[in-house]
Structures are given as structure tokens and as C-alpha cells.
């Protein structure tokens, strides 16, 4: 059995398996990590999905520990609709880069895969070559929580593959509900994978991720999809041209590729190379992840307001008594927020 | 002068003016707009906007006890870039119904009003028929505040109309930013206008609106554009039937009118008429009421959470120090917001 099957099995039941490892110092995880330990940086990554609050502190303290050696990757964001390609896609590039000298984690971001356990084994299964090669890393999607705390765990974990020495990331998301935009926020370039199809290219994109993409590949452009996707391409291009230009600068280019064949991937790569040289020339680069640093602070401490509030005892109480005088419309929604707030700040839990 | 004019004054500056109407007691103001009187009403509104805590709870109180009084209306959303005619719309609508034995009050939000006062009043004026009209009701966007700030006065001013007998109560948006999305969590029916263009109608339409429609008027159909709007209607429909179908089975109809010349107006409203009978008679349209309710209730207790977070004095003093360390990348953002918390927690503002 190979190490990323271990891993694998480990994040079924992070509180359970997370037991064992809870036996390891912070320094020893620390240590385990930087030198590039897959097992212990697999370990520590359950920890952070982990529930219990003994884990959580744990964890946390890994990650500050780890903090200094993080930053140091290209961190790059794929979506795209079921039946794309994108874990073929992520099996070529992935062994087109480690081939260079470069080392691949590939971590993802699935809310619905504590409903569709079986969907992620199948993933893992298919990047067949990248699952085996002892320079990369694969870790599905937490397999529980809000999309919310999936995404943090998932941030979490890509600074523990930085620290590890993983200097491409690559975030994958299933395209199902807000899970791009999570992505979007915590990733350098964020690629759209797309399919030719019967003349309707556009149909298939989601609201938003034009905006969102800094490149569009058409993949499976090959034998007899060659002439749809030569046109798609133009399509795309016309539709982009309707957006407005980018903070950074950058035009996104739409490409084609075949993961199946492996053509176009190279050239993607480029581009992909370009930007970073470009961002990083013009200080965007950097820019950008201040922002989304800042972004993510404000958006826990959210998250965790929240948290503190529900899990009041008194606003646990009382909630859905409120919740039926506002549908029975014997109080306002104002009234019962303030009514709420109350209960919260009177009596610290 | 006349009262609308009088209520326009009063809410440029609300803190300044509100101090006249404090001398009303609750039952006052409460009998004042339940009888349908305007210039209470106008100030009971003002009160709502002021950012004084006294104004804040008294405008609390009396909206409580015109709860009862409040539901029984229709309440729709109008929107559209600035120059698709939205105020000789909302006149022509407005007049039509108030012919008709309704009563209607027109609110607008527009976050970016602080910004810009001039177009305000400009609004108003446009407005010819209605503002002088005994049976309209015509209150501007509040002065200041964030959009979610915004959306709440508005939210509760819409409530006192109800309260003071109006039966139609058409919300405008200018468009600007998400300010659609706040408007259609508060209405019955979300009404979109449009323009007809040079062959290209569908670039100008802002991204999540088709989905938010029940209804698309080409506005303008008149004289040479008639043409092009019957185009449009068309590109418009055929652009629709690409979306997932409605949880009430509603099909958005496209129209058209011509708010100058007065024609499509009266089978417009008809539309919009068989949609809340058809939505009464389902269920759905109590059933949405209710969600937006329980929505309201949560987004007012986020928002306070966060207010009360920010204003909190230990939070005042290091948040910035917390957001440079997470800029220079010396503390995570997790572990920035989980010290940020603490101090919030271990001393109660």
C-alpha cells in the first residue's frame, strides 16, 4: 500500500485516526513537515479536520510554527463541470511538472462529499500517475462542514503543503454551488476547464466565472473535437472581450488542450509562467495574497462570531421561538434579532 | 409646498429634523401612520434613518406596534441602468393603479446616494404626476450607511408604509452594486427593465439579474425602436429558457412598453397581478414572505455581531497591528482572528 492510499484512509474518520497522532509534539509535526514527510503532513492535515477542540488548538499551533516556510508556491485554482477531465488534466500537468523538478500537491474542494464518500476514491483512482509518484501529494476535499469550514480547512492545509516543500498547488473544485469563489480566494490563477460541445459552448459556464478565470482551456480537443473547440475558443474570446479589464492587467487566454494526449498542456503551462512573472514584475502578485490574508481574517473572525452566537446557550434556547413569532409575523425580524443579540451579550456563554 | 416635498427635506438630514418629531410619543406616531397620515409617516421613516441610539429605539418601538397592520400589499422590485426610464415608468404604473383605487409608495435604493444627493431630487422631480398625487407616497433612498444598512431602513420604512394603508409598494434600484440582490430579498415580484440596443441587448445585462426577474419590460418600444424591441424580446426569451425553472413555476414573461406613450403598461400589471394570484393560490407566495422574514432576522443578528465586534474597544485598538502582522505574513490570518476574538470575549464592551 502505498503512502497516499494511507492518507487517504486517514481522512475517512479524522477523529478517530487523528487519536494516534496526537502522540507527536507540535515540534515533532513541525519537524515531520518541513522535511517534507508526507505521512506526518497527512496526519496534521487531519488534525485541522478535526472537530474536537484538543485537535483544533493542536493544529493550530502546528500551522503558526509552520508559518515562516510557507508562501513559496504558484497556488493555482481548476474548476470545472463533471465530466471535463480535470482529474486527467491534473494527472498530466502534475507529471509534466514533477518531470521539471517541481513537487505537486493537489488538494480539493468538494461541500458535497460528505454525501458522495464514493466520488472522491474515484478522483484519487484516476490521477493514476500522480497518486504514485513520490513527489506529490494528494488529499481530497474534508469530507464534512459547511462550505465555509471546508475552505478554511482547505487553506489551512495548502500552508502545510507549502511548508512541506509543495511549491505548486493545485486546488481543485467539483463546480458545485459558491465552491469557486472559495477557491478563487485562496488561489494565484484560477483556471476554467470547459468542453466543446454541439455549438452552445456558452451554455455549460456558470454565472460569475468568467469574471473569476484567468484562463479558459478547452480540454479534449482532440480528433473530431478539434474543428467545436477551434471555435469555441473564438466564441469565449468574443464573450471576454465584453468584460472589463483586470486589476492585474492581464488578458485571459482561452487555450485548448488534451489531457488524453497530452498536447497543449506545455503551452498552458507557459502562460500560466507568464503570469506569475508578469504579477509578480508589477507587485500584484504579492498584492493579491495580502488581500486575501486580510480577507480570510475578516471572514473567520465572522465565522466565528457566528459560531460563538449559535452555540449560546440562551440564543440555542430561544431560536426557533423567535424563528415562529417572525413566520407567525407577531414580532419583526428586527425585533427578534435585537431580542436575540440580548440574550447573547447578557450572558456571556 | 407639498407634504412630499416636506418629506424630502426632512431626510436630508434626519438627525437634525427628527429631533422636532421626538415630541410624538410611540401612540402618536403609531395612530398617526395607521391613519394613514403622511407627514408622520415621513417622520417615523426619518427616525429609522438617524443613527441616534434614542431615534433607534423609539423607531423600534413603533414599528412593533404597527406589525398587525403591516403584509397587505404588494411589494415589487423595479430595476434597470440609469436611463432605461425607471421614474416615467414608475409614474405611468403608479398613476394607472392610483386611477384604479390602489394606493402606492414608491422607495429607492441606492447606496451610492450619499455620494450623489443631486440625482435624488432629480428622481423625484421625473416623477411629475405622482410626487404631487395624494394617493403616492414617494420617499429617497436613505442618505448614508452600507448597502446592508441601507436595505434594512428601507426594509422597515416599507413595513410603515404597509402600516399607513398603502397597497402597493414598488421598491426601486439604481443598479448600482449588489443593491438588486437587497431589493429582491425584500419583494414579492422583481421586475427588470431594459433598453433595446443595436443588435447586441443582452451585454448590458448584469450578471445573477435573469435569474432574479419574474419579468423583463423592454421599456422605450416605441416609434423606431419598436423593431429592435420585438428583437430583443426574443433574444431575451430564447436567453431565458437556458435557466432551471423556478420553485414557484413561474415563467418570467418578456414585454414590452413604453412608459412615455403609456402603452403595455396595463397588461404589464396584469402580468404581475396573475403572478400573485397564481403564487397566493400555490402557496408560494406566503412561503417566500416567510423565508425573507427568517432572513431578515439573520442577516440583522450577522450584521450586529459584526458591529458589535468592531466597535469593541480592545478589538478598536489592535486590529490594525493584527492586520499588518498578517501583511507581513508573521501570523496567520486564523491565528490573527482567533487572538482578535479572544480579546473580544475577555472583556465585554
Known amino acids: 500500500m502505498n503512502q497516499n492510499n494511507e492518507n487517504f484512509n486517514e481522512s475517512i474518520n479524522p477523529d478517530f485516526k487523528a487519536k494516534k497522532s496526537l ?6 509535526y513541525v519537524e515531520g513537515i518541513v522535511s517534507g514527510n508526507r505521512t506526518i503532513l497527512s496526519q496534521a492535515i487531519t488534525l485541522i479536520e478535526s472537530s474536537r477542540e484538543d485537535h483544533k488548538e493542536l493544529s493550530r499551533e502546528i500551522l503558526e510554527n509552520c508559518l515562516d516556510r510557507t508562501g513559496n508556491s504558484v497556488r493555482i485554482g481548476i474548476t470545472g463541470v463533471p465530466g471535463v477531465g480535470k482529474s486527467t488534466f491534473i494527472d498530466a500537468l502534475g507529471i509534466d511538472r514533477i518531470v521539471k523538478g517541481d513537487k505537486i500537491a493537489v488538494l480539493t474542494i468538494d461541500p458535497s462529499s460528505s454525501l458522495s464518500k464514493g466520488s472522491i476514491l474515484g478522483d484519487k483512482t484516476r490521477m493514476e500517475a500522480l497518486s504514485v509518484h513520490p513527489d506529490a501529494f494528494i488529499r481530497p476535499s474534508p469530507a464534512s462542514g459547511t462550505l465555509g469550514g471546508v475552505a478554511r480547512k482547505t487553506r489551512e492545509a495548502l500552508l502545510l503543503c507549502e511548508a512541506a516543500g509543495f511549491n505548486i498547488i493545485l486546488i ?5 454551488g459558491q465552491s469557486e469563489t472559495a477557491v478563487h480566494s485562496m488561489v494565484d490563477f484560477f483556471l476554467v476547464l470547459m468542453l466543446t460541445g454541439a455549438g452552445d459552448e456558452l451554455q455549460g459556464i ?31 474570446q468574443n464573450a471576454l472581450a465584453l468584460f472589463s479589464d483586470r486589476p492585474s492587467g492581464w488578458k485571459p487566454p482561452v487555450v485548448m488542450c488534451s489531457a488524453m494526449e497530452g498536447s497543449g498542456i506545455i503551452e498552458l503551462w507557459e502562460k500560466i509562467e507568464n503570469y506569475v512573472h508578469q504579477s509578480r514584475k508589477s507587485g500584484y502578485f504579492v498584492q493579491k495574497r495580502k488581500v486575501q490574508s486580510i480577507d480570510w ?4 473572525i465572522e465565522q466565528q462570531l457566528k459560531e460563538m452566537f449559535y452555540k449560546h446557550p440562551d440564543v440555542k434556547r430561544h431560536l426557533m421561538d423567535f424563528e415562529n413569532k417572525v413566520n407567525e409575523g407577531t414580532i419583526s ?17
Open 206 to 236: 456558470k454565472r460569475g466565472i468568467m469574471e473569476m478565470a484567468d484562463m479558459i482551456a478547452i480540454n479534449k480537443a482532440d480528433g473530431a473535437n478539434l474543428d467545436s473547440a477551434k471555435r469555441a475558443v473564438q466564441q469565449i
Open 297 to 300: 481574517m475578516v471572514e473567520t
Open 23 to 28: 502522540m507527536r509534539s507540535v515540534d515533532e
Open 172 to 176: 481543485e473544485t467539483v463546480g458545485v
Open 333 to 349: 425580524s428586527f425585533k427578534a434579532a435585537s431580542e436575540l443579540i440580548k440574550l447573547f451579550e447578557s450572558k456571556k456563554s
